[in-house]
């Protein structure tokens, strides 16, 4: 089976810098596209970015595509997410997915494997 873990996660100020990671066990890495999504307290979870298995395809999210830089490290199974410039409505748990896809969207439901969420809160 495929297992996701997030990393990274913590409280930072607004303006300040923080990477999240997420590391694929279970299937060969390089096949999946790779997202991150996040949910704030009281929201919907929402689609931030994501990154094609070759990583020549990397949409994002309006509120983020500015700041926000998704990588993939194909030998590591790896994939991360650079913020910068946080803002205090950045604040959510951030969580990792994997798709057999290799054209990822958007849409929460064409995503398969999900990890169990690592924490970002941006004081003001």
């Known amino acids: 089976q495929v297992q996701l873990a997030e990393s990274g996660g913590g409280l930072e100020q607004a303006g300040a810098s923080l990477s999240v990671s997420c590391l694929l066990s279970g299937r060969s890495f390089n096949l999946f596209s790779m997202g991150w999504f996040r949910q704030a307290p009281g929201k919907e979870r929402e689609f931030v970015a994501a990154i094609n298995p070759s990583g020549t395809k990397t949409p994002y999210a309006d509120s983020v595509k500015d700041r926000f830089t998704i990588s993939r490290d194909n030998p590591r199974n790896t994939v991360s997410l650079h913020m910068r410039n946080l803002k205090p409505e950045d604040t959510a748990a951030y969580y990792c997915?994997?798709?057999?896809?290799?054209?990822?969207?958007?849409?929460?439901?064409?995503?398969?494997?999900w990890g169990q969420g690592t924490q970002v809160t941006v004081s003001s």
């Open positions: 997915a994997a798709s057999h896809s290799p054209l990822p969207t958007p849409i929460e439901s064409t995503w398969h494997y």
